[in-house]
């Protein structure tokens, strides 16, 4: 996981304010601090002065600009040695908002997906035709259906890509299909639900929303109409989590299959889920 960097901080106190999430004074206090160490190490060498008319005051002059270019330097030299700590004070308060600032968000996820649920149920059930380009125009409650969620779809992608930049400062998301883990998950596999074979029904989810990458409404519909996720916001490192889960399946599925007998089946399945 990479380290923060100022501007992750900054990226995400400004997706804060754009989703008018409250930003504590600490971490006002922290950027001002941050930012006038960083404006005291770049402090310009000041303007050199006119050459005096005569040889008598030019050295004077000249050993006054000396002392100003030698201030300049110690200053910015001076400056440089709080650089670190001012920058981890404005990255270290800013990464203790983000739980919260992520907590407010939830009930404007929550509403939105409410409103693609609702329009969904009026919308056709072959998601390749919810897209504008093969919609039934001339059908008013399909062309109802999809301007609201179109909307919906439209506003949660904002929200998630705001998400995105907030948790940049905690480390960020990464992992595998991070944009699907950001908002949904899977549940925690078990030694049962892998005997059982439960991932079957469960893996086809992520092809037919990886196929509908370029379709925002289409994809948001697919993820309301389907049972196999459920759908939250991650918190800061779960997107990680969330993307290791299908590979914890898999991997259970893989030892399951490779038993030669049920008790044997059951013994390797606990194995891959304790790893």
């Known amino acids: 996981m990479s380290r923060a960097s100022v501007n992750d901080a900054e990226k995400a106190v400004r997706a804060a304010e754009r989703r008018k999430l409250p930003v504590p004074e600490d971490v006002y206090e922290a950027r001002r601090l941050q930012t006038a160490v960083l404006d005291t190490a770049r402090t310009p060498d000041p303007e050199r ?10 050295a004077a002059v000249i050993r006054q600009h000396a002392e100003e270019l030698r201030l300049a330097d110690v200053t910015r030299r001076a400056a440089d040695l709080f650089t670190e700590e001012a920058d981890q004070r404005f990255i270290s308060a800013t ?10 968000l939830v009930a404007e996820f929550t509403t939105l997906v409410g409103v693609v649920a609702k329009a969904a149920a009026k919308l056709p059930d072959d998601p390749s035709l919810i897209e504008a380009s093969r919609l039934d125009w001339n ?17 949660l992608e904002q929200l998630v890509n705001d998400r995105a930049d907030i948790v940049s400062v905690a480390g960020g998301d990464g992992g595998r299909d991070n944009a699907l883990f950001a908002v949904a998950h899977f ?7 892998v005997m059982n074979g439960d ?13 509908l990458r370029q379709q925002p409404v289409a994809r948001w519909v697919y993820l309301v109409r389907q049972d196999q996720l459920t759908l939250s916001l991650a918190t800061p490192g779960e997107v990680r989590e969330r993307s290791s889960q299908v590979e914890l399946w898999r991997n259970a ?4 299959r490779s038993a030669l007998s049920p008790r044997t089946a059951e013994a390797y399945v606990a194995q891959a889920l304790s790893a």
């Open 49 to 58: 002065p006119a050459l005096p008319a005569t040889a008598a005051e030019a």
């Open 95 to 104: 990464k203790d908002a983000v739980p919260k600032w992520i907590g407010g």
């Open 139 to 155: 059908n008013p409650v399909h062309s109802t259906a999809y301007t609201k969620a179109e909307g919906a779809a439209a506003l």
């Open 187 to 193: 549940p925690q596999p078990t030694v049962q639900a």
């Open 199 to 211: 991932w079957q029904s469960m893996a086809p989810v992520l092809h037919d929303w990886r196929d």
């Open 253 to 256: 599925g893989h030892a399951h």
